[in-house]
Antibody, heavy 122, light 110 residues
């Protein structure tokens, strides 16, 4: 069974960089897209961006100037970096897996991590 | 940023049927927008329910079904159970490289 686990500092100071890791177990990084999604307390889901196993990325235009995603396939890890954070970046951050089925043409999100709460505060 | 619109809240009686919808600010939702639906219970991560309009995951109860109706993506719950009380989010693709979530529908089973 594939499992995703987010980890990283739970507290980040304003103007600093938020860094999270998604550890993937029970499956390979290869041939999948890896998304980061965040959710402020009591609010909805916001797509941050995605990275393919090759390192190709797509980011939400509203966050693009501050987001960097990377992968370490040999370590089964996916990374998120968000710079110049403010209190508005306080949220639970999730990683999720997506794959594209060539035969059916379907885009399929199938597994999510449990999420990591990151608070931005001095 | 395109807006994806869902009903803020809906209520269904136990055993009843309810339809949640998902509209796009760019026009009618089509199968080419690959609608996905997710269920999120309080304190839990989102759980995928439906992909590409009407395909259930292996873990998705048969009482959930997806469709297109009236220019929107739709999630229909037939025979609501107490455990179906949750927040439901749709997700649409805007081209192959951008997705957007709806604001969510809070479903009450009462």
């Amino acid at each position: 069974q594939v499992q995703l686990q987010e980890s990283g500092p739970g507290l980040v100071k304003p103007s600093e960089t938020l860094s999270l890791t998604c550890n993937v177990s029970g499956g390979s990084i290869s041939s999948y897209y890896w998304h980061w999604v965040r959710q402020p307390a009591g609010k909805g889901l916001e797509w941050i961006g995605r990275i393919y196993a090759t390192g190709d990325t797509n980011y939400n235009s509203s966050l693009k100037s501050r987001v960097t995603m990377s992968v370490a396939p040999s370590k089964s890890k996916v990374f998120l970096s968000l710079s110049s954070v403010t209190a508005a970046d306080t949220a639970v951050y999730y990683c999720a897996r997506e794959y594209y089925n060539l035969l059916t043409g379907h885009y399929i999100w199938d597994f999510w991590g449990q999420g990591a709460l990151v608070t931005v505060s001095s | 940023q395109t807006v994806v619109t869902q009903e803020p809240s809906l209520t269904v009686s136990p055993g009843g049927t309810v339809t949640l919808t998902c509209a796009s600010g760019t026009g009618p939702v089509t199968s080419g927008d690959y609608p996905n639906w997710f269920q999120q219970r309080p304190g839990q991560a989102p759980r995928p329910l439906i992909y590409s309009t009407n395909n259930r995951h292996s873990w998705t109860p048969a009482r959930f079904s997806g469709s297109l109706f009236g220019g929107k993506a739709a999630l229909t719950l037939s025979g609501a159970q107490p455990e179906d009380e949750a927040e439901y989010y749709c997700l649409l693709y805007f081209g192959p490289a951008r997705v957007e979530f709806g604001a969510g529908t809070r479903l009450t089973v009462l």
